[in-house]
Protein backbone atom coordinates (compact mmCIF):
# COMPACT_ATOMS: atom_id res chain seq x y z
CA UNK A 1 0.00 0.00 0.00
CA UNK A 2 1.63 3.31 -0.64
CA UNK A 3 1.21 6.19 2.00
CA UNK A 4 2.26 9.37 1.95
CA UNK A 5 3.52 11.26 5.21
CA UNK A 6 3.13 14.62 5.60
CA UNK A 7 4.60 16.92 8.24
CA UNK A 8 3.82 18.35 10.23
CA UNK A 9 -0.29 18.26 11.18
CA UNK A 10 -0.38 21.18 12.43
CA UNK A 11 1.07 25.08 12.05
CA UNK A 12 0.13 28.27 14.16
CA UNK A 13 2.62 30.52 12.92
CA UNK A 14 2.90 34.43 12.70
CA UNK A 15 2.25 37.00 9.63
CA UNK A 16 5.97 37.32 7.82
CA UNK A 17 7.19 34.22 8.88
CA UNK A 18 8.24 31.78 6.32
CA UNK A 19 7.57 27.47 6.77
CA UNK A 20 7.93 24.50 4.99
CA UNK A 21 5.39 21.33 4.71
CA UNK A 22 6.96 18.31 3.89
CA UNK A 23 5.67 15.17 1.94
CA UNK A 24 7.32 11.71 1.95
CA UNK A 25 6.85 8.43 1.44
CA UNK A 26 9.28 5.23 0.47
CA UNK A 27 7.36 4.65 -2.84
CA UNK A 28 7.90 6.36 -6.21
CA UNK A 29 5.31 8.20 -7.77
CA UNK A 30 4.77 9.60 -11.26
CA UNK A 31 3.41 13.02 -10.34
CA UNK A 32 2.90 14.65 -7.09
CA UNK A 33 0.04 17.44 -6.78
CA UNK A 34 -0.40 19.82 -3.68
CA UNK A 35 -3.53 21.06 -2.95
CA UNK A 36 -5.16 23.99 -0.65
CA UNK A 37 -8.84 23.60 0.85
CA UNK A 38 -10.92 25.91 2.51
CA UNK A 39 -13.51 24.86 5.47
CA UNK A 40 -16.71 23.37 3.67
CA UNK A 41 -14.95 23.34 -0.09
CA UNK A 42 -13.12 20.87 -2.08
CA UNK A 43 -9.39 20.59 -2.74
CA UNK A 44 -8.29 22.75 -4.96
CA UNK A 45 -5.48 22.06 -7.08
CA UNK A 46 -2.50 24.56 -6.52
CA UNK A 47 0.82 22.42 -8.59
CA UNK A 48 1.43 19.67 -9.84
CA UNK A 49 5.56 18.52 -9.89
CA UNK A 50 6.31 15.52 -12.56
CA UNK A 51 10.22 15.70 -12.94
CA UNK A 52 12.37 14.56 -10.30
CA UNK A 53 14.11 17.07 -8.76
CA UNK A 54 11.51 20.12 -10.30
CA UNK A 55 10.82 22.87 -8.62
CA UNK A 56 7.99 25.47 -8.94
CA UNK A 57 7.23 28.56 -7.34
CA UNK A 58 4.18 30.17 -7.27
CA UNK A 59 4.30 33.53 -6.22
CA UNK A 60 5.50 33.12 -1.98
CA UNK A 61 5.02 29.24 -2.53
CA UNK A 62 7.68 27.07 -3.89
CA UNK A 63 7.10 23.46 -4.51
CA UNK A 64 9.77 20.90 -4.75
CA UNK A 65 9.85 17.20 -6.12
CA UNK A 66 12.55 15.06 -4.85
CA UNK A 67 15.12 13.34 -7.56
CA UNK A 68 14.02 9.72 -6.73
CA UNK A 69 10.11 11.28 -7.19
CA UNK A 70 9.74 10.24 -3.40
CA UNK A 71 9.08 13.56 -1.80
CA UNK A 72 8.09 17.02 -2.15
CA UNK A 73 7.72 20.69 0.16
CA UNK A 74 5.72 23.13 0.16
CA UNK A 75 7.96 26.29 1.44
CA UNK A 76 5.98 29.32 2.19
CA UNK A 77 7.78 32.79 2.58
CA UNK A 78 6.21 35.56 4.24
CA UNK A 79 2.84 33.75 5.23
CA UNK A 80 0.06 36.13 5.52
CA UNK A 81 -3.65 35.38 6.99
CA UNK A 82 -5.24 34.98 3.68
CA UNK A 83 -2.49 31.69 3.50
CA UNK A 84 -4.35 29.91 5.99
CA UNK A 85 -6.44 26.71 5.17
CA UNK A 86 -5.58 22.61 5.48
CA UNK A 87 -2.62 21.68 2.63
CA UNK A 88 -2.89 18.64 1.59
CA UNK A 89 -0.45 16.74 -0.74
CA UNK A 90 -1.74 13.88 -3.57
CA UNK A 91 0.75 11.72 -5.19
CA UNK A 92 -0.19 9.57 -8.45
CA UNK A 93 1.09 5.73 -8.38
CA UNK A 94 3.54 5.26 -11.11
CA UNK A 95 1.77 2.02 -11.66
CA UNK A 96 -1.67 3.36 -11.49
CA UNK A 97 -3.58 4.35 -15.01
CA UNK A 98 -6.69 5.19 -12.90
CA UNK A 99 -5.49 8.56 -11.94
CA UNK A 100 -6.37 7.75 -8.34
CA UNK A 101 -4.68 10.15 -5.99
CA UNK A 102 -2.97 8.63 -2.32
CA UNK A 103 -3.06 11.83 -0.30
CA UNK A 104 -1.55 12.58 3.18
CA UNK A 105 -3.03 13.71 5.96
CA UNK A 106 -2.78 17.24 5.21
CA UNK A 107 -1.41 20.09 7.45
CA UNK A 108 -3.89 22.50 8.89
CA UNK A 109 -1.54 26.28 9.29
CA UNK A 110 -2.93 29.21 11.11
CA UNK A 111 -1.09 32.37 10.43
CA UNK A 112 -1.92 34.96 12.68
CA UNK A 113 -2.01 39.04 11.95
CA UNK B 1 -22.47 24.41 -14.29
CA UNK B 2 -19.35 25.21 -14.38
CA UNK B 3 -17.81 22.88 -11.65
CA UNK B 4 -18.56 19.46 -10.18
CA UNK B 5 -22.08 19.45 -8.01
CA UNK B 6 -22.78 17.74 -5.35
CA UNK B 7 -25.76 17.03 -3.39
CA UNK B 8 -27.12 16.98 -0.62
CA UNK B 9 -24.23 19.34 0.96
CA UNK B 10 -25.02 18.29 4.22
CA UNK B 11 -27.28 14.76 5.40
CA UNK B 12 -27.52 13.99 9.25
CA UNK B 13 -29.07 10.44 9.56
CA UNK B 14 -29.80 7.77 12.08
CA UNK B 15 -27.36 5.09 12.17
CA UNK B 16 -29.06 2.07 10.30
CA UNK B 17 -30.81 3.84 7.40
CA UNK B 18 -29.57 4.01 3.91
CA UNK B 19 -28.10 7.11 2.03
CA UNK B 20 -27.69 8.58 -1.32
CA UNK B 21 -25.67 11.09 -2.43
CA UNK B 22 -24.72 12.22 -5.75
CA UNK B 23 -22.50 13.88 -7.99
CA UNK B 24 -22.90 15.75 -10.90
CA UNK B 25 -19.81 15.81 -12.99
CA UNK B 26 -18.52 18.38 -15.30
CA UNK B 27 -19.77 17.99 -18.66
CA UNK B 28 -17.53 15.89 -20.72
CA UNK B 29 -15.40 14.48 -18.19
CA UNK B 30 -15.15 10.83 -18.90
CA UNK B 31 -12.82 10.09 -14.94
CA UNK B 32 -15.27 10.11 -12.23
CA UNK B 33 -13.51 9.89 -8.56
CA UNK B 34 -15.03 9.59 -5.23
CA UNK B 35 -13.28 10.21 -1.90
CA UNK B 36 -14.07 10.16 1.50
CA UNK B 37 -12.34 12.78 4.23
CA UNK B 38 -12.83 12.61 8.01
CA UNK B 39 -12.20 15.44 9.82
CA UNK B 40 -8.93 17.80 9.66
CA UNK B 41 -7.56 14.54 7.53
CA UNK B 42 -6.47 14.13 3.69
CA UNK B 43 -8.63 11.85 1.00
CA UNK B 44 -9.46 8.57 1.24
CA UNK B 45 -9.72 7.43 -2.36
CA UNK B 46 -13.46 5.08 -2.77
CA UNK B 47 -14.05 4.71 -6.57
CA UNK B 48 -13.15 5.17 -9.84
CA UNK B 49 -15.35 5.11 -12.77
CA UNK B 50 -14.34 5.83 -16.26
CA UNK B 51 -17.70 6.29 -18.41
CA UNK B 52 -19.99 4.11 -16.56
CA UNK B 53 -17.64 1.66 -16.06
CA UNK B 54 -16.04 1.38 -12.32
CA UNK B 55 -11.99 -0.46 -12.83
CA UNK B 56 -11.45 0.32 -9.66
CA UNK B 57 -13.70 -0.33 -6.52
CA UNK B 58 -10.35 -1.04 -4.07
CA UNK B 59 -11.06 2.17 -2.45
CA UNK B 60 -15.24 0.74 -0.84
CA UNK B 61 -14.71 0.03 2.81
CA UNK B 62 -17.23 -2.75 2.90
CA UNK B 63 -20.32 -4.27 1.36
CA UNK B 64 -22.40 -1.73 2.38
CA UNK B 65 -21.05 1.05 -0.07
CA UNK B 66 -22.09 0.76 -3.54
CA UNK B 67 -21.69 3.36 -6.19
CA UNK B 68 -23.01 3.49 -9.93
CA UNK B 69 -22.85 6.33 -12.61
CA UNK B 70 -25.20 6.54 -15.41
CA UNK B 71 -24.85 8.34 -19.01
CA UNK B 72 -21.88 8.73 -18.61
CA UNK B 73 -22.96 11.57 -16.27
CA UNK B 74 -24.51 11.10 -12.89
CA UNK B 75 -23.25 9.01 -10.06
CA UNK B 76 -24.64 7.87 -7.00
CA UNK B 77 -22.68 6.87 -4.21
CA UNK B 78 -25.05 4.48 -1.49
CA UNK B 79 -24.00 3.70 1.88
CA UNK B 80 -26.33 0.96 3.51
CA UNK B 81 -27.24 0.43 6.98
CA UNK B 82 -25.00 3.37 8.12
CA UNK B 83 -22.76 3.09 10.89
CA UNK B 84 -21.27 6.14 13.25
CA UNK B 85 -18.07 5.53 11.40
CA UNK B 86 -19.18 6.41 8.26
CA UNK B 87 -19.43 10.39 9.51
CA UNK B 88 -17.11 11.84 7.00
CA UNK B 89 -17.50 14.55 4.33
CA UNK B 90 -17.70 12.60 1.21
CA UNK B 91 -15.81 14.53 -1.91
CA UNK B 92 -16.39 13.96 -5.79
CA UNK B 93 -14.33 14.80 -8.57
CA UNK B 94 -14.10 14.57 -12.61
CA UNK B 95 -10.84 14.86 -15.24
CA UNK B 96 -11.33 15.10 -18.58
CA UNK B 97 -8.54 12.37 -18.48
CA UNK B 98 -7.01 11.06 -15.16
CA UNK B 99 -5.39 14.71 -14.17
CA UNK B 100 -6.19 17.11 -13.56
CA UNK B 101 -9.19 15.89 -10.82
CA UNK B 102 -11.60 19.03 -10.24
CA UNK B 103 -13.45 18.56 -7.01
CA UNK B 104 -17.16 19.39 -6.01
CA UNK B 105 -17.11 20.79 -2.59
CA UNK B 106 -18.80 17.50 -1.18
CA UNK B 107 -21.64 16.16 1.27
CA UNK B 108 -20.71 16.58 5.23
CA UNK B 109 -22.24 13.29 6.65
CA UNK B 110 -23.53 12.55 10.07
CA UNK B 111 -24.52 9.49 11.42
CA UNK B 112 -26.42 9.75 14.82
Known amino acids: TQLLEQSPQFLSIQEGENLTVYCNSS?????LQWYRQEPGEGPVLLVT?????EVKKLKRLTFQFGDARKDSSLHITAAQPGDTGLYLC?????????????FGQGTTLQVKP | GAGVSQSPSNKVTEKGKDVELRCDPI?????LYWYRQRLGQGLEFLIY????????KSGLPSDRFSAERTGESVSTLTIQRTQQEDSAVYLC??????????FGDGTRLSIL
Open chain 2, 93 to 102: ASSQTVQPQH
Open chain 1, 27 to 31: SVFSS
Open chain 1, 49 to 53: VVTGG
Open chain 1, 90 to 102: AGVSGSSNTGKLI
Open chain 2, 27 to 31: SGHTA
Open chain 2, 49 to 56: FQGNSAPD
